[in-house]
């Protein structure tokens, strides 16, 4: 059984239209989180939901809206899709949310490679 | 300015030698760190997490904690031609802040 799983693992678009990935997890875990890994493998975090509610909100432009309709499932929604938006975006579940001393192991779905032409 | 620095690399190693992998970050206030395997193509999975001072020892690999220097390092003895990936190191501060990676190749 997959624990984290991602749809599409591949999209191909054209600059300008709107695109959304989808997230699940089945591991029973509280916090999810969205990802995303440059051509250069830097991997930074965008968003994270705990119980359906945000509390990572990273800089990122307002195109990109995630959404959470349970804690199973975390989406991310891409508007006005740019060249610069091409990356490997991944998403994670934890048991828990980070706490400062805490580790707690993130598990990464297999990814979501955008190509924007 | 990069929280959290790593060599690239790449660093290549002959079978059964020791790797070494160096990180270094900026938050003086970091208490736990982790450190991820990425093979090509693949998602990254988590090798160890260590939060105290000194070593930590799993199997072949041992990661080593110094606070004060604000360095994490991880060893990989005895290395083997499927430890070729790029690892990422991985500072806890309320959020996992990634270094680039340092993509490791182990010749046979």
């Known amino acids: 059984d997959t624990a984290v799983s991602q749809t599409p693992k591949y999209l191909v678009t054209q600059m300008g239209n709107d695109k959304s990935i989808k997230c699940e997890q089945n591991l029973g875990h509280d916090t999810m989180y969205w990802y995303k890994q440059d051509s250069k493998k830097f991997l930074k975090i965008m968003f994270s939901y705990n119980n359906k509610e945000l509390i990572i909100n990273e800089t990122v432009p307002n195109r990109f809206s995630p959404k959470s309709p349970d804690k199973a499932h975390l989406n991310l929604h891409i508007n006005s899709l740019e060249l610069g938006d091409s990356a490997v975006y991944f998403c994670?579940?934890?048991?828990?949310?980070?706490?400062?001393?805490?580790?707690?192991?993130?598990?990464f779905g297999p990814g979501t490679r955008l190509l924007v032409l | 300015q990069k929280e959290v620095e790593q060599n690239s690399g790449p660093l290549s190693v002959p079978e059964g030698a020791i790797a070494s992998l160096n990180c270094t970050y900026s938050?003086?206030?970091?208490?736990?760190f982790f450190w991820y395997r990425q093979y090509s193509g693949k998602s990254p999975e988590l090798i160890m997490f260590?939060?105290?001072?000194g070593d930590k020892e799993d199997g072949r690999f041992t990661a080593q904690l110094n606070k004060a220097s604000q360095y994490v390092s991880l060893l990989i003895r005895d290395s083997q031609p499927s430890d070729s990936a790029t690892y990422l190191c991985?500072?806890?501060?309320?959020?996992?802040?990634f270094g680039a990676g340092t993509t490791v190749t182990v010749r046979a």
């Open positions: 938050d003086r206030g970091s208490q736990s």
């Open positions: 991985a500072v806890n501060d309320y959020k996992l802040s």
């Open positions: 260590i939060y105290s001072n």
């Open positions: 994670a579940s934890s048991q828990e949310r980070i706490n400062r001393a805490g580790g707690e192991t993130q598990y």
